[in-house]
């Protein structure tokens, strides 16, 4: 279903044959429906509470396309999720990723208290690169990096692309806001995002264990 939507939209988009942002939120509320249903372990809590504010995010963001300061609240805090979540499951204290987040929403409200909503934006998707790709890599490669690791690690995997397509939804999102290469970053935020959040909620533990290192 949520590939048939993305493919709608983008079809919309490219041709610019309509207005698709309906279709897109329901995409997002989709995942977050499926996530809710995944909810057996802490796990799948994280990602089902991250899916609900990326549903609130997008509320602001996209749908109403006001109240940037909410979205990008709501933003972080999805992402300081998915920041526990990798540490949670690597057995490591929680990383400089979270520092990173809060630092790019400190940013983004100091820019945005003198009125650059856009620039704020933009700050904010740049800030979040460099812990989204690094934590798209170790999600990906959580072990030696050998292929048998990573063939029998598919949750795990799952969660790493997914941030890795969120690093590139970013990307276009900071690239579009600054008004650069805006014909393909305008089309290519979705592109990216959607099968980012399908991955994540595929990447949800449904059984106490399946992401655990020991068992895996």
Not at 18 to 41: E, M, Q
Not at 101 to 112: K, P
Not at 141 to 170: A, E, M, V
Request: proline share 1%.
């Amino acid at each position: 279903m949520a590939g048939v939507l993305w493919a709608i939209f983008l079809i919309l988009d490219i041709f610019q044959l309509g207005d698709s942002t309906w279709i897109k939120f329901f995409s997002i509320c989709l995942c977050c429906l499926t996530a809710l249903f995944g909810t057996h372990t802490v796990d799948g809590k994280l990602v089902a509470a991250a899916l609900c504010l990326t549903v609130g995010a997008d509320w602001f963001l996209l749908v109403r396309d006001d109240h940037y300061l909410w979205g990008i609240g709501l933003f972080t805090v999805v992402q300081l999720i998915y920041a526990y979540r990798l540490c949670l499951h690597r057995d490591k204290l929680i990383s400089w990723h979270i520092f990173v987040r809060l630092l790019a929403l400190g940013a983004a409200i100091l820019i945005a208290c003198r009125g650059d909503w856009i620039k704020a934006f933009a700050v904010f998707c740049f800030a979040n690169l460099s812990a989204n790709v690094h934590e798209g890599y170790t999600g990906v490669y959580p072990g030696s990096g050998d292929s048998l690791t990573i063939l029998t690690r598919p949750l795990r995997n799952r969660f790493g692309w997914g941030l890795f397509l969120f690093f590139w939804c970013d990307l276009c999102v900071g690239l579009y806001n600054l008004g650069i290469f805006t014909s393909f970053t305008r089309v290519g935020m979705w592109l990216f995002y959607l099968p980012s959040q399908v991955l994540i909620v595929l990447s949800q533990e449904l059984e106490k264990g399946d992401m655990d290192e020991k068992t895996i």
